[in-house]
C-alpha cells in the first residue's frame, strides 16, 4: 500500500478579512496503489506538515491537513490544507507542544489590606499614618490596595510535584517583574493531563498553569507595636511578656508591667512615649513565607 503519484490543484486560495489574520488553502489530488492506504501514509508523502510554511505568504503556516477519499473509484484522494497565521507568531510557532515557550497573561484588581496610611492633600507625596487622635490605629479597618496577577501556562513531559509543592506559597527573595522582594507570591500550580498527535507521533504532556500575585505593600505581615505589658528599662532579650498577677508596685529595671490599655512600645520593649506624650505605634514587618529565586523557578515574560 503506498501513493503512486501526488499532485497540486489548480486554484490555490487566499482570503483576509478586515481586522483578522490571512488564510489560505492549497489541495493535492493522491494516486493510490491500493484503495487501503492510510491516511497518514498520503499526508507523508506530500511532506506538507503542521508548522509548513505556506509557498507563497512566509508568514501563514500549515495549521491542518484534512484527506478527503470522494473518487468513485477509490484510487484517488483529495488532501486540503489550511494555513493561518500562528497565534503567538513564527517565531515561537512550535509543533511539539513540550518544545512551545511558557505564555504569559496578567490581569489587575484589588486586594484587601490593613488600613495603615493615608495621603494628605492633593498629591501622594505626603503619607501619614491612618491614626485617631490619640495615635491609635483603627482596628479591624481594612483598604483595597492594587494587585497584579501573573498567569504562567506552559506544558512539562511530568508533573513536578516537588517543585510545585516547594514554590506554592513562596515569595520572591529578590527585586523580580519590577518589584522589590517580598512583593511576589506563587498563589499555586494547577495541571491537567492532555494528548496531541503530531505528525503522526502521539505526544502525553502536562498542562501547567502557574499564578503570583504581586502586592505594593508585600507579603510580610504589618503589625503595630503595642501591648498589654511593657519592660521598664528595656529588655530585647526577652521574647515574650505575659501579664502577671503579682506585678511589682515598684518594678526594677527589666521587669513587665501592665498596662491598662494597649501601649506603643519601643524596640527594647519599653513605652515608646512617655510624660504624656503620644503618637502613632512603630509597625512591624514580620515574613512567615518562606523566600525563593523567581526568577530562576518561572522565568521572565518574553518582552
Known amino acids: 500500500m503506498s501513493v503512486l503519484s501526488y499532485r497540486e490543484l489548480a486554484g490555490r486560495t487566499f482570503q483576509h478579512r ?38 507563497e505568504y512566509s508568514y501563514l503556516r500549515c495549521t491542518e491537513g484534512t484527506v478527503a477519499e470522494n473518487s468513485p473509484d477509490a484510487w484517488h484522494a483529495v488532501i486540503t490544507y489550511n494555513y493561518e497565521v500562528p497565534q503567538r507568531g513564527n517565531i515561537e510557532f512550535e509543533p511539539n507542544p513540550l518544545a512551545r515557550p511558557d505564555v504569559w497573561a496578567f490581569s489587575t484588581g484589588g486586594a484587601q489590606v490593613p488600613a495603615l496610611i493615608y495621603y494628605e492633600g492633593s498629591d501622594n507625596s505626603d503619607v501619614r499614618p491612618l491614626t485617631n487622635s490619640a495615635g491609635e490605629f483603627f482596628e479591624g479597618l481594612t483598604a483595597l490596595e492594587a494587585e497584579v496577577r501573573a498567569s504562567i501556562s506552559g506544558n512539562r513531559s511530568t508533573f ?8 506554592t506559597n513562596a515569595i520572591n527573595a529578590s527585586p523580580y517583574l519590577g518589584g522589590a522582594a517580598y512583593t511576589w507570591q506563587c498563589a499555586g500550580i494547577s495541571a491537567q493531563q492532555a494528548t496531541e498527535v503530531v505528525n503522526d507521533i502521539e505526544l502525553n504532556y502536562w498542562q501547567v498553569t502557574v499564578e503570583l500575585i504581586y502586592r505594593q505593600s508585600g507579603w510580610r505581615l504589618l503589625l503595630p507595636d503595642v501591648g498589654w505589658n511593657y519592660l521598664t528599662g528595656g529588655d530585647p532579650a526577652k521574647a515574650a511578656v505575659y501579664v502577671r498577677d503579682d506585678a511589682p508596685t515598684s518594678p526594677t529595671k527589666g521587669q513587665d508591667m ?43 515574560p518574553p518582552f
Open 18 to 55: 478586515f481586522g483578522e489574520s490571512p488564510r489560505a488553502q492549497i489541495q493535492y489530488a493522491v494516486t493510490l496503489d491500493d484503495p487501503a492506504t492510510s491516511h497518514q501514509e498520503m499526508l507523508n508523502a506530500v511532506g506538507i506538515f503542521h508548522g509548513s510554511y505556506h509557498p
Open 160 to 167: 513536578p510535584l516537588a517543585a510545585a509543592a516547594t514554590v
Open 258 to 300: 501592665p498596662a491598662s490599655n494597649p501601649q506603643p512600645l519601643d524596640t527594647d520593649g519599653s513605652l515608646l512615649y512617655t510624660g504624656g506624650s503620644y503618637g502613632p505605634p512603630n509597625i512591624l514587618q514580620r515574613r512567615i513565607n518562606p523566600v525563593i529565586d523567581f526568577a530562576s523557578f518561572f522565568g521572565v
